[in-house]
């Protein structure tokens, strides 16, 4: 039985709403007020996530982006990089298979997979779930690779410190204004490939102000995971956004 | 996409209120969804059945009231009411709309006996 969220328990309650009216039974039809949105409970879960993190000093940071982003190599190198320096630990979540953890691991971070099955999003309940399991060491950074979708993220907290969205240079540049959402919800964007501008037709600079329009103070790092090229940059953003990480 | 966990989690969340405020059925659900919600309210409507099937809600009528996005002009100050999040601002053309309504998705009231 889980302890944090009710699962399990019958008595799932809508957060925040005071249940002292409704009880008497009268017969014939009467109208509830509820007044609750209908991710209250996705956001409770988020709410203890994220103090569950703090109370550590764990910088967790949500990444959302297509499928073939390059999410897991980035992963990868940025593993690699911080070894010795960073304890990092991985919670990746993909509809099906093992592999994306498998590869966290043979970069030598502890990893997570959740299935989400038929699921299109990680939710804040799966992430509580993983966190308890993970058991990151205070201090840490965990990375929480979401379902590859440029959708469905960006409506559900997990609890994570910011969203970080990855946008490669083979895909359009317009997808800021496609998917507005998710640029919106996001603190940083990662413009991952860019060694292979010379090859494709993707105007940096459009693409900039489609996510500026967007999202005015998004911040942008251009990179590629592949040749490490802009990797300082992330480093030291990683590094100074763990040092602000909350604390409770 | 996920407008049918939503809609599973909205059932489940009342399967548990029904107890606590002492309600069987549910006649009719009315939802406030924004239209910078990033949900799509046919996907609702589509997912509401299947949501519903067997349970205190089956066969409920669902209300959606659509609420239009609206927000202040960054440049002009005018009040505006926008069509999408990217729209810059109808009234002078050029500046960023500050949202401030539009964002919603909430259970508002339901009918119950």
């Known amino acids: ?248 | 996409m996920h407008e049918l966990s939503l809609m599973e989690g909205m059932i489940e969340d009342l399967e548990a209120e029904a107890g606590k405020r002492g309600f069987a059925r549910i006649h009719r659900i009315r939802l406030e969804v924004g239209r910078l919600s990033g949900v799509e309210v046919e996907a609702l409507r589509f997912a509401f059945g299947p949501a519903t099937e067997g349970s205190l809600a089956e066969g409920a009528e669902l209300e959606i009231l659509e609420i239009p996005a609206t927000g202040t002009c960054q440049d002009c100050g005018a009040a505006v009411e926008i069509a999408a999040r990217f729209e810059p601002c109808p009234a002078c053309g050029e500046g960023f709309v500050i949202i401030s309504g539009g964002t919603e998705l909430r259970l508002k009231d339901l009918d119950v006996e």
Not at chain 1, 7 to 12: E, F, I, N, P, Y
Not at chain 1, 16 to 21: A, E, F, L, M, Q
């Open chain 1, 1 to 248: 039985m889980c302890t944090t969220c009710g699962c399990g328990q019958a008595d799932l309650t809508l957060d925040g709403h005071p249940h002292t009216h409704g009880h008497e039974a009268r017969p014939g039809r009467r109208r509830v007020s509820l007044e609750q949105s209908l991710l209250a409970r996705n956001d409770a879960l988020a709410a203890q996530n994220r103090q569950w993190l703090a109370q550590r000093g764990i910088l967790a940071l949500n990444l959302v982006s297509s499928p073939g982003s390059g999410k897991t190599t980035l992963l990868e190198q940025t593993i690699l990089r911080l070894q010795g320096r960073i304890p990092m630990s991985v919670i990746e979540g993909d509809q099906q298979t093992s592999q994306d953890a498998d590869r966290i691991r043979a970069a030598g971070a502890p990893a997570l997979q959740i299935n989400t099955g038929k699921g299109c999003h990680l939710d804040a309940h799966m992430v509580g779930h993983a966190l308890e399991q993970l058991d990151p060491p205070a201090g840490s950074v965990v990375m929480i690779e979401n379902v590859g979708n440029l959708v469905c993220p960006a409506a559900f907290d997990l609890g994570e410190a910011a969203k970080v969205v990855i946008l490669s240079v083979t895909e359009g540049e317009d997808k800021p204004l496609k998917y507005p959402d998710l640029f919106a919800a996001a603190k940083l964007m990662l413009l991952n490939k860019v060694d292979l501008l010379p090859h494709v037709r993707f105007d940096v600079a459009r693409c900039l102000g489609y996510a500026h329009r967007i999202r005015p103070d998004l911040e942008v790092l251009p990179l590629s995971a592949q040749t490490g090229q802009g990797f300082e940059a992330w480093l030291a953003w990683l590094q100074a956004a763990r040092a602000l990480a909350p604390r409770a």
